[in-house]
């Protein structure tokens, strides 16, 4: 999915710049398929120009085929779509959680009225 954004989004907690949701396309490949995470196309495009006529996506890197005749792969961003608005990974996620919730007390409702619900119960 990813989220649609002007700028690009760096993550909260460690500061790197979060990942594009990109798509890989194959070319020279037995027939075309589109799957969710890859295309797989019948031509050979000789040139990175002519790739990019093959895709209406902005190629972001691409790699050539063994024989060095046609570009082989290509990955492509639609030029607005990231990973996450916030963090980079789940692990940054959860660091940043924690240490909110130990060094600044945040808590949500669910957990005031469970402690609130143990002291009742004592
Ligand atoms: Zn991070």
């Not at 797989?40 to 000789?46: F, L, N, Q, S, V």
């Not at 940043?96 to 130990?102: D, I, P």
């Not at 005031?112 to 119960?121: C, L, M, T, Y």
Request: proline content about 2%.
């Amino acid at each position: 999915m990813g989220i649609q954004l002007n700028s690009q989004p760096f993550c909260r907690w460690c500061g790197i710049a979060i990942r594009k949701r990109t798509e890989t396309t194959y070319f020279g490949r037995r027939s075309t398929e589109i799957t969710r995470y890859s295309t797989t196309r019948i031509e050979k495009p000789a040139s990175l120009a002519d790739a990019q006529c093959l895709v209406n996506r902005k190629i972001v890197s691409n790699t050539r085929s063994m024989d060095r005749t046609y570009v082989d792969k290509v990955t492509t961003w639609d030029g607005e779509t990231y990973e996450d608005e916030l963090f980079c990974s789940l692990k940054c996620e959860a660091a940043l959680g924690r240490f909110v919730a130990k060094h600044h007390g945040w808590s949500t409702n669910e957990y005031r009225q469970a402690k609130e619900k143990g002291k009742s119960n004592d």
